[in-house]
């Protein structure tokens, strides 16, 4: 019996493009380093931003837009949008508001039945959207002004204040000695949660390949429609806790609260690198986007710049983002990939048997 080494020729293609390039020639990569970029100039050049109040506020201002940016990450991925968080966000609060105040109801008691009031509403359109079959655009256009109008049907023409003095500090008091506000670590904890459904799960495999093609997604065993349910049933809820949050915060609801945040959550969202088609993002890329909202908007502030030069700035950075989105690939492909490398292994008995087998 002879033994005969069997060679076996291994051809595999390494990285197409180096690390570096891999690393830095994404959006979510150019989204940070405009941030880094923008935060070191801001403290350099902008009177007071260096102050121990900056971040403070900062973190307290953008937590609701944060919340609400999470899951919103997972519903633009999958192709569709929800621009009615922010009428779920100033439903909530109403709630929470008439319930502690007036019924005299606990802040947690209330809170948990906002954010339950909150999942039923995003579930709302998301059956809509997910088993009838209307443009998400369509049916949270409609819910806006629907949750809107519950939320003034609840508070009508007066200003809902009063909560206890316990409850309304929780929220701002900073953690330890930082400046950093409580309500960062729910944000974190949210982050890091949705960071692994949509990153390290099958689930959020299934966010993406719905965003590249429902059919596609649907053949390949993704249960499409109970996917969409769920990510505005989320949304839904998330915008309820931070719509309790902001009452907490303010101490007072009104018939406008929360108005406008759906246009920065989706500024945010579409700035961090995520596609308006669909089957693209990272969160990490979110997260990055609306910091650089936050710092942008505090550093003009405290330069004296009006809120009309600062909606402009903001205007031109969301849709630079999405004409670079167009070109990144194209700047890529003039990039030189490395050739394919060849690895000859030769295969070495590791027993017996299998000496046996290639002497055969």
Do not use: C
């Not at 960071?195 to 495999?205: I, P, Q, V, Y």
């Amino acid at each position: 019996m002879s033994a005969v080494t069997a060679a076996e020729t291994r051809t595999y293609p390494a990285y197409s493009r180096s690390l570096l390039a891999r690393l830095l020639l994404n959006r979510e990569a150019a989204v940070i380093l405009g941030l880094v970029a923008v935060y070191l100039y801001a403290l350099a050049n902008v009177p007071f931003f260096d102050g121990p109040l900056t971040m403070y506020n900062l973190s307290k201002e953008y937590a609701p837009i944060l919340l609400m940016a999470l899951p919103m990450t997972l519903i633009i991925i999958t192709g569709e949008i929800d621009l009615s968080v922010a009428s779920t966000l100033g439903a909530s609060a109403a709630i929470t508001g008439v319930l502690v105040v007036e019924h005299d109801l606990s802040v947690p008691v209330a809170a948990l039945v906002a954010i339950g009031v909150g999942a039923l509403l995003g579930a709302l359109n998301g059956f809509f959207v997910a088993y009838v079959g209307l443009p998400s655009l369509a049916v949270t256009i409609g819910s806006l002004a629907l949750y809107r109008g519950l939320a003034e049907g609840l508070i009508q023409d007066k200003r809902i204040a009063g909560f206890p003095e316990s409850w309304q500090d929780w929220p701002t008091e900073r953690i330890g000695a930082s400046q950093y506000p409580n309500i960062v670590i729910p944000i974190a904890v949210l982050a890091v949660l949705f960071a692994l459904l949509l990153h390290f799960t099958s689930f959020g495999r299934g966010v993406f390949e719905i965003g590249l093609s429902d059919e596609a997604a649907h053949f390949s065993g993704v249960n499409v429609a109970r996917t969409k349910l769920i990510l505005f049933t989320l949304s839904g809820a998330v915008a309820a806790l931070a719509g309790v949050y902001v009452a907490l915060k303010a101490n007072s609801v009104a018939t406008d609260t929360g108005n406008g945040f759906e246009l920065k959550v989706i500024a945010g969202v579409l700035l961090g690198g995520v596609s308006i088609f669909g089957g693209r993002g990272a969160l990490h890329g979110v997260v990055a986007g609306v910091l650089l909202i936050a710092v942008l908007n505090s550093a003009l502030q405290l330069d004296g710049q009006g809120s009309e030069v600062i909606q402009i700035i903001i205007g031109l950075l969301l849709v630079g983002s999405v004409i670079a989105s167009n070109f990144l690939p194209r700047i890529r492909a003039l990039i030189p990939r490395r050739a394919a490398v060849a690895a000859t292994a030769p295969q070495t008995p590791v027993n017996g048997d299998q000496t046996r087998k290639a002497s055969q």
